[in-house]
């Protein structure tokens, strides 16, 4: 049984950064795509960002996009996100997903995903 276990959320004024972590408890992610998503209160689960098995290929959200970085640790099978110039509309709990095999043009959809962490809560104030 695969988990994703994310941390690094927390409470942020607008403007400042958070770091989010996802570490998987499978013995290597080398070729799995590795994504993040966001559900705000009252919205639909949001495509935020995901990179491929080596880290060559990233792909962003249009809100996200130029504000955060994803990237990859395989040896500590982890991925993080990187968040910066942070808005009140970040706001949302945040998932780390996993896919195993589907082709990157649909890496943007929640329901390419093998595996899914628990989320983990980014406040961003006013």
């Known amino acids: 049984q695969v988990q994703l276990v994310e941390s690094g959320g927390g409470l942020v004024q607008a403007g400042g950064t958070l770091n989010l972590t996802c570490v998987a408890s499978?013995?290597?992610?080398?070729?799995?795509?590795m994504g993040w998503f966001r559900q705000a209160p009252g919205k639909e689960r949001e495509f935020v960002a995901v990179?491929?098995?080596?880290?060559?290929?990233?792909l962003y959200g249009d809100s996200v996009k130029g504000r955060f970085t994803i990237s990859r640790d395989n040896a500590k099978a982890t991925v993080y996100l990187q968040m910066s110039a942070l808005k009140v509309e970040d706001t949302a709990i945040y998932y780390c997903?996993?896919?195993?095999?589907?082709?990157?043009?649909?890496?943007?959809?929640?329901?390419?995903?093998?595996?899914w962490g628990q989320g983990t809560q980014v406040t961003v104030s006013s």
């Open positions: 499978a013995r290597t992610i080398d070729n799995w795509k």
């Open positions: 990179i491929s098995g080596r880290g060559a290929l990233t």
């Open positions: 997903a996993a896919d195993t095999n589907t082709p990157w043009s649909q890496l943007h959809l929640g329901s390419s995903y093998d595996y």
